[in-house]
């Protein structure tokens, strides 16, 4: 069975800044073989691409919303992915969870594994 498990999430004042991680699990789940995606969800709002990383750490991308302020980076040693997020606005405040799956892309459908998601509240 694969685990996704996102933290680091929390309550910060805007500008302010927040590490999230996502820690992968399972005997069936390879994770150096697998891209990395971040996606936040919004009361009321869709989900949304935040940002990938290919399996070797070689490749990002960025919603254009993000870019410049938040990094995505991964420890295949670790099995962690993680989401730097720096000059966080109440407008970032959502539900963010990493996935898992076998090729880079910002389309959550395209993506196998999920996490159960961690809140972040960024207060102005």
């Known amino acids: 069975q694969v685990q996704l498990v996102e933290s680091g999430g929390g309550l910060v004042q805007a500008g302010g800044s927040l590490r999230l991680s996502c820690a992968a699990s399972g005997r069936t789940f390879s994770f150096s073989n697998y891209a990395m995606g971040w996606f936040r969800q919004a009361p009321g709002k869709e989900r949304e691409f935040v940002a990938a990383?290919?399996?070797?750490?070689?490749?990002?991308y960025y919603a254009d919303s993000v870019k410049g302020r938040f990094t995505i980076s991964r420890d295949n040693a670790k099995n962690t992915v993680y989401l730097q997020m720096n000059s966080l606005e109440p407008e970032d405040t959502a539900v963010y969870s990493c996935?898992?799956?076998?090729?880079?892309?910002?389309?959550?459908?395209?993506?196998?594994?999920w996490g159960q998601g961690t809140q972040v509240t960024v207060s102005s």
């Open positions: 996935a898992g799956g076998r090729f880079i892309t910002t389309r959550g459908d395209d993506y196998s594994y």
């Open positions: 990383i290919n399996w070797r750490g070689g490749t990002t």
